[in-house]
């Protein structure tokens, strides 16, 4: 059974940084490239990142370009998601997600987590 489960979120200030960790298991974590998706409060789902199966190739939102990294650990089947410069705009459910092949695609995936809530608020 694909389990993603997701830690690290909180409130944070506006200009302040967070890191998303992500442990996965039931399936063979270094075959799959992974993503990191979002839901605001009132919003439908919003890709945010992607990642091939060594790290080789990442790929990202056009709004997060520069401010996230994502990043992975196949000894660790661990996924990451390093936020800085936050803004209140960012505040949403982030999950981790598997993808469905090998290579880094915007919405191409197939198991997500539960998702933890980080609020970007003064």
């Known amino acids: 059974e694909v389990q993603l489960v997701e830690s690290g979120g909180g409130l944070v200030q506006p200009g302040g940084s967070l890191r998303l960790s992500c442990a996965a298991s039931?399936?063979?974590?270094?075959?799959?490239?992974m993503s990191w998706v979002r839901q605001a409060p009132g919003k439908g789902l919003e890709w945010v990142s992607a990642?091939?199966?060594?790290?080789?190739?990442?790929y990202y939102a056009e709004s997060m370009k520069g401010r996230f990294t994502i990043s992975r650990d196949n000894a660790k089947n661990t996924l990451y998601l390093q936020m800085n410069s936050l803004k209140s705009e960012d505040t949403a459910v982030y999950y981790c997600?598997?993808?469905?092949?090998?290579?880094?695609?915007?919405?191409?995936?197939?198991?997500w987590g539960k998702g933890t809530l980080v609020t970007v608020s003064s």
């Open positions: 990642i091939s199966w060594n790290g080789a190739t990442t």
């Open positions: 997600a598997k993808d469905r092949s090998s290579t880094a695609q915007a919405y191409n995936m197939d198991y």
């Open positions: 039931g399936f063979t974590f270094i075959n799959y490239a």
